[in-house]
């Protein structure tokens, strides 16, 4: 079992910036993959960014430029810092765990926090 504790959410205005924190805790695989997803209202859940143990991070297309995502092995932790805020980017954000356990794929999720961005 796999713990995830997001926080760093709220309000921010247009072109403003805020960081998101995930602190895992658990069995945490040394090879798992550290992703941030969102779910704006009315829409599916979407892939933000993942990033790998290695460091190897992507980015969803509305995103590229304006958020950054990085982890700290030691201390269990991956950040989403997200600039030049726009409306659009208003979603609960989620912290998400992927990894093999016993040879299954387990997906572990935070319970979210909510993202407003607005004027």
């Known amino acids: 079992q796999v713990q995830l504790i997001e926080s760093g959410g709220g309000l921010a205005q247009p072109g403003g910036s805020m960081r998101l924190s995930c602190l895992t805790s658990g069995r945490t695989g040394s090879d798992n993959v550290m992703a941030w997803y969102r779910q704006a209202p009315g829409k599916q859940r979407e892939l933000v960014a993942p990033?790998?143990?290695?460091?190897?991070?992507e980015f969803t297309d509305s995103v590229k430029g304006r958020f950054t995502i990085s982890s700290d092995n030691a201390k269990n932790t991956v950040y989403l810092q997200m600039n030049s805020l726009k409306p659009e980017d208003t979603a609960v954000y989620y912290c998400?765990?992927?990894?093999?356990?016993?040879?299954?794929?387990?997906?572990?999720w935070g319970q979210g926090t909510q993202v407003t961005v607005s004027s």
């Open positions: 990033i790998t143990r290695s460091g190897r991070t």
């Open positions: 998400n765990v992927g990894q093999y356990e016993f040879g299954r794929w387990y997906d572990y």
